[in-house]
């Protein structure tokens, strides 16, 4: 978990500036299977960056290729400043957080959280200090004499965080260590990994394939798919402004809607379903025109849902389903031409009836286009 470049002193769990990792050309295969294809990212000293993707889309081997857990067949790995690319583990200063917790079964909790310190030989009087104010940010003070058997889930993976920390790194590297827990659980420690975070001011980069966890904990956001970066930036913007099909479907619900460039007046507009126009941004006036063909998104928490029609751009539906959600119902509609348009409403409101028909109302700005993942027609 946390075995790194052994030292002489303790840094006592001090605030501390991040260290600047840059990631150059990596690039990675396992047999014929191309992992990682020419991989550049640079992440800034103190960020929290998370690497969000599907199953298979290399986030994990990149994780691993930082830590020094897999060498890259290609390209180098720079932190503060330092090629580590061929440097062991061991030898980097990187704490590790696994989904599997990885603590030592046999060990208690003050011995799993002291390890790190001893193997760099701290002496006794600091490292129990040291792993006091560890335990103590996890807020597991008083469970030091326990064993991993005689804890929680959740209070195994808060010794897991403990052990990445007690000897101040200015990297951590998380693998999915939510992943196990259940959805309280892992909200509650995504708040105390952030709030850690902030405190101490390590680097961190995290592994998941979960949006919401991505959007709520990350300064930016890295969404991999085929072992290359689709997009970069903070949560708001790959939410609401993806740069492609992949990006937009796979951090949120999305309801798609094709669309004609037509020329107006004006300049291009776009042309929906049941005569709606739409503003063409300008990326896409940019690269397209007359008759070419784009998809339209909607997030579903964006339409409002009407009893007569009002406002334009607007969609005749007919409601098929209405789950409630807590804060939230989930309105499965079906618009006159067979597809299927899904809204979230607030709970505050009320709900239409199951066959009852509205209209879908959304505010024109909010309009995700995007250029079809099969190219032009």
């Known amino acids: 978990m946390s075995e ?24 990675h295969s396992f047999g014929d299977v191309l992992v990682l ?22 986030k994990t081997t990149l994780l691993r290729i930082v830590g020094g857990l897999t060498i890259p067949d290609e390209g180098s790995v720079i932190v503060g400043g330092v090629d580590m690319t061929l440097l062991p583990a061991r030898e980097r200063g990187m704490g590790f957080v696994f989904q599997n917790y990885a603590l030592f079964p046999h060990m208690t909790v003050q011995d799993n959280v002291a390890f790190p310190l001893q193997i760099r030989g701290i002496s006794s009087d600091q490292i129990d200090r040291d792993v006091e104010r560890a335990l103590e940010l ?12 005689e804890l929680s889930g959740g209070q195994q993976q808060r010794v897991s965080l403990a052990r990445a920390l007690v000897f101040n790194p200015t990297v951590v590297l998380m693998d999915e260590p939510l992943g196990s827990l259940d959805k309280r659980l892992r909200q509650y420690l995504q708040n105390s990994i952030r709030l850690l975070q902030k405190e101490i001011g390590f680097t961190a980069v995290y592994v998941t394939h979960d949006q919401e966890e991505a959007f709520a904990m990350s300064d930016r956001i890295v969404v991999m798919h085929g072992g290359t970066v689709r997009q970069l930036g903070v949560p708001e913007t790959v939410y609401r402004s993806p740069t492609e099909h992949f990006v937009a479907d796979f951090v949120g619900d999305i309801n798609e809607i094709e669309g004609v460039l037509r020329e107006s007046g004006h300049g291009l507009i776009i042309e929906i379903a049941e005569g709606n126009t739409l503003v063409v941004p300008p990326y896409v006036s940019r690269s397209l025109g007359e008759g070419d063909r784009v998809l339209c998104g909607i997030r579903p928490e964006m339409v409002v849902i009407q009893e007569e029609p009002m406002g334009s751009p607007r969609l005749q539906a007919t409601v098929e389903l209405v789950s409630f959600h807590g804060n939230s119902y989930r309105i499965l509609s079906r618009l006159r031409d067979g597809r299927r348009f899904i809204v979230e409403s607030s709970s505050s409101l009320a709900a239409p009836a199951e066959g009852s028909t509205v209209w879908l109302h959304w505010d024109e700005e909010q309009t995700i286009v995007l250029i079809p993942p099969d190219g032009q027609p």
């Open 4 to 27: 790194s470049t052994p030292s002489t002193e303790s840094r006592s769990l001090q605030p501390s500036t991040g260290a600047r990792i840059e990631i150059r050309g990596v690039r």
């Open 138 to 149: 996890v807020n597991l003070q008083g469970l030091g004499s326990r064993l991993p058997r």
């Open 37 to 58: 294809d020419e991989f550049d990212l640079t992440v800034e000293p103190g960020e929290f960056l998370t690497l969000l993707g599907p199953s298979g889309s290399g």
